[in-house]
């Protein structure tokens, strides 16, 4: 099903919560009116009027910083342990031999799969890192942006905003070392790497909202020339995987003499375009020379749990004023409340401590993280930050509902609270994105059709073998 704000069921809605995140903070007892997509007013400590849509808890949509959309068909199939000890490089060869069966219809289907389960999961933006690019033989499509026109008819199909990311990938290891094989479907020079860009510009130009930035892979994946001419090809978001593995960082020290962070920090100028996706494995002074730039962490927990990868020093980085957002990235599990819920929990198991994300001592754990990837993510996406809703801005919100089983708190900072660390499911009930209801009773209102097509295509290639 294609969701089009500009077809919302009439030129006017009107929304009432009981608690709302406003930009000045929370307020109750809200009414909220949405005309052509934008925020035209809101109402605090009113009663709701016939015809309101009534709702518990009002939030800005979050943004999922970094995902590779195509992986959400591959999750569940990486779980049988190897001969050896298991990591993400023994992860890798699965996702490989998974992306040598994928042809663009079968990529829009998946991804179309993972963009509505974002949307359910609290999120209304994503900035899709990709990668795939080129047919099953390595060579490019006829259309060079064959792949990246996939992704924004998923985009459209869904109704999820869509921050681009090209990924330039032409390297296997420090040093500028040839690709392998297996990486044939991601390999571009440059001057192939700017068609691409341009192609790609034109893939999502149909969307009504959507941004285009660029994405050098990682430092083993790109030259030092190489990286300072691809981040010159946009003035849009900068994302880079940096520091996720041990081995990255010690392949790292080995060829360079410098660590990840260190060693781009040296050879770019970051700022608060970029987003470094992961730096997991970061010395104290590279944790306060991410947090001095203005750039943003692009944290992923559940997949860094998942892989095995390591724990991010986010103690460190918060007392450094550092800014963060989070992203689902392998998309092996997508849901706001739950990437939240494996930071934190994380942190606390690291350091044997409670409410380390909580910032201010008294302070909402919940509210301050949320308020943090809210902030974050916007940055990190290419958008302007927002702490909150006001009149004037596109109405991405989402409503989540309490848990029927425990007491309702009183205040906001409680229900987030709640929502994070102790609903036992999904409690995103309803999602507007530019003001058109795309979540309702907490499914995608193109459920049906978009697992459909995804069982489908997912039935095609395991029939084709293990993945």
Same mark, same amino acid.
């Given at each position: 099903m294609t969701v089009d704000a500009?077809?919302?069921?009439?030129?006017?809605?009107w929304l009432w919560f009981e608690q709302v995140l406003l930009e000045?903070?929370?307020?109750?007892?809200?009414?909220?009116?949405?005309?052509?997509?934008?925020?035209?007013?809101?109402?605090?400590?009113?009663?709701?009027?016939?015809?309101?849509?009534i709702h518990e808890t009002g939030l800005p949509g979050l943004t999922n910083l970094h995902s590779h959309a195509f992986q959400r068909g591959m999750a569940g199939l990486a779980e049988a342990r190897g001969p050896s000890l298991d990591s993400f490089w023994t992860w890798r060869e699965t996702m490989y031999r998974f992306v040598d069966r994928l042809r663009p219809d079968e990529v829009t289907a998946i991804a179309a799969m993972a963009f509505a389960?974002?949307?359910?999961?609290?999120?209304?933006?994503?900035a899709e890192f990709h990668y795939l690019h080129h047919d099953i033989d390595g060579r490019p499509y006829a259309k060079v942006g064959e792949m990246a026109e996939a992704i924004a008819?998923?985009?459209?199909?869904?109704?999820?905003?869509?921050?681009?990311?090209?990924v330039f990938y032409a390297h296997s290891a420090f040093g500028g070392a040839a690709p392998s094989q297996a990486q044939r479907r991601f390999i571009n020079d440059l001057d192939g790497f700017a068609s691409l860009m341009e192609e790609s510009a034109r893939a999502i130009s149909v969307l009504p909202d959507a941004i285009l930035g660029v994405a050098p892979h990682s430092l083993r994946a790109v030259t030092r020339e190489e990286l300072g001419i691809v981040c010159g090809m946009t003035t849009g978001p900068v994302h880079?995987?940096?520091? =996720?593995? $041990? *081995?990255?960082?010690?392949?790292?020290?080995?060829?360079s003499g410098a660590r990840p962070v260190d060693l781009l920090f040296d050879t770019v100028e970051v700022d608060r375009r970029w987003c470094l996706v992961h730096a997991t494995h970061m010395s104290a002074s590279e944790t306060r020379r991410l947090a001095n730039s203005g750039a943003v962490a692009g944290l992923c927990p559940i997949t860094e749990a998942n892989l095995g990868d390591g724990i991010f020093p986010a103690a460190d980085y918060l007392s450094a004023g550092g800014a963060w957002g989070v992203g689902s990235d392998s998309n092996v599990l997508i849901d706001a409340a739950q990437e939240f819920r494996m930071l934190e929990y994380s942190q606390r198991l690291a350091r044997r401590s409670r409410n380390v994300m909580a910032g201010a001592a008294g302070g909402s754990t919940g509210d301050a993280m949320f308020r943090s990837a809210l902030a974050g993510g916007a940055q990190a996406?290419? =958008?302007? $930050? *927002?702490?909150g809703m006001k009149v004037g801005q596109v109405a991405d919100l989402i409503a989540v509902s309490g848990e029927t089983a425990a007491a309702k708190p009183s205040s906001g900072e409680a229900r987030l609270d709640q929502w994070i660390f102790a609903s036992r499911d999904r409690r995103v009930d309803a999602v507007w994105r530019r003001g058109t209801q795309v979540v309702t009773n907490g499914r995608h209102v193109g459920h049906v059709e978009t697992t459909r097509r995804y069982v489908r295509v997912l039935s095609r290639i395991l029939e084709l073998g293990d993945a």
């Amino acid at each position: 099903m294609t969701v089009d704000a500009r077809h919302a069921r009439s030129p006017e809605t009107w929304l009432w919560f009981e608690q709302v995140l406003l930009e000045a903070g929370w307020s109750r007892s809200v009414r909220i009116g949405i005309h052509d997509g934008v925020i035209g007013a809101i109402l605090a400590g009113v009663a709701a009027e016939p015809g309101d849509q009534i709702h518990e808890t009002g939030l800005p949509g979050l943004t999922n910083l970094h995902s590779h959309a195509f992986q959400r068909g591959m999750a569940g199939l990486a779980e049988a342990r190897g001969p050896s000890l298991d990591s993400f490089w023994t992860w890798r060869e699965t996702m490989y031999r998974f992306v040598d069966r994928l042809r663009p219809d079968e990529v829009t289907a998946i991804a179309a799969m993972a963009f509505a389960e974002m949307l359910e999961g609290g999120f209304t933006r994503v900035a899709e890192f990709h990668y795939l690019h080129h047919d099953i033989d390595g060579r490019p499509y006829a259309k060079v942006g064959e792949m990246a026109e996939a992704i924004a008819s998923a985009a459209m199909q869904t109704g999820i905003g869509l921050t681009l990311l090209p990924v330039f990938y032409a390297h296997s290891a420090f040093g500028g070392a040839a690709p392998s094989q297996a990486q044939r479907r991601f390999i571009n020079d440059l001057d192939g790497f700017a068609s691409l860009m341009e192609e790609s510009a034109r893939a999502i130009s149909v969307l009504p909202d959507a941004i285009l930035g660029v994405a050098p892979h990682s430092l083993r994946a790109v030259t030092r020339e190489e990286l300072g001419i691809v981040c010159g090809m946009t003035t849009g978001p900068v994302h880079i995987h940096i520091a =996720e593995q $041990v *081995r990255e960082v010690d392949d790292c020290l080995a060829w360079s003499g410098a660590r990840p962070v260190d060693l781009l920090f040296d050879t770019v100028e970051v700022d608060r375009r970029w987003c470094l996706v992961h730096a997991t494995h970061m010395s104290a002074s590279e944790t306060r020379r991410l947090a001095n730039s203005g750039a943003v962490a692009g944290l992923c927990p559940i997949t860094e749990a998942n892989l095995g990868d390591g724990i991010f020093p986010a103690a460190d980085y918060l007392s450094a004023g550092g800014a963060w957002g989070v992203g689902s990235d392998s998309n092996v599990l997508i849901d706001a409340a739950q990437e939240f819920r494996m930071l934190e929990y994380s942190q606390r198991l690291a350091r044997r401590s409670r409410n380390v994300m909580a910032g201010a001592a008294g302070g909402s754990t919940g509210d301050a993280m949320f308020r943090s990837a809210l902030a974050g993510g916007a940055q990190a996406a290419g =958008e302007s $930050v *927002r702490h909150g809703m006001k009149v004037g801005q596109v109405a991405d919100l989402i409503a989540v509902s309490g848990e029927t089983a425990a007491a309702k708190p009183s205040s906001g900072e409680a229900r987030l609270d709640q929502w994070i660390f102790a609903s036992r499911d999904r409690r995103v009930d309803a999602v507007w994105r530019r003001g058109t209801q795309v979540v309702t009773n907490g499914r995608h209102v193109g459920h049906v059709e978009t697992t459909r097509r995804y069982v489908r295509v997912l039935s095609r290639i395991l029939e084709l073998g293990d993945a």
